[in-house]
Nanobody
């Protein structure tokens, strides 16, 4: 069973930065896509950014220019800059092998105005 272990959430002032990291517990896990989703209270879970095995990235319009996703083997990192109060949410790491998908446990990001 693959586990995704997240780190890096926390409290930051508006305009600040945070870096989220996620690592797959199984090194033999052949990952196709890794990414980050977020879910704010009362909202649906939404894609923030993703990166596929070839390196192509995809970003939500709301974070373009402020976030950068990168990947090194079975670890994915999301650098978030110029954070806004509306970025506050629980952020979930996601990974799939082209078939089955896996989720992390979530890490809270709080942005104070």
């Amino acid at each position: 069973q693959v586990q995704l272990v997240e780190s890096g959430g926390g409290l930051v002032e508006a305009g600040g930065s945070l870096r989220l990291s996620c690592a797959a517990s199984e090194s033999r896990f052949s990952i196709n896509r890794m990414g980050w989703y977020r879910q704010a209270p009362g909202q649906q879970r939404e894609l923030v950014a993703s990166i596929i095995s070839g390196g192509r990235t995809n970003y939500a319009d709301s974070v373009k220019g402020r976030c950068t996703i990168s990947r090194d083997k079975n670890r994915v990192t999301l650098q978030m800059n110029s954070l806004r109060p509306e970025d506050a949410a629980v952020y979930y790491c996601y990974a799939d092998d082209g078939g089955r998908g896996y989720w992390g446990q979530g890490t809270q990001v709080t942005v104070s105005s």
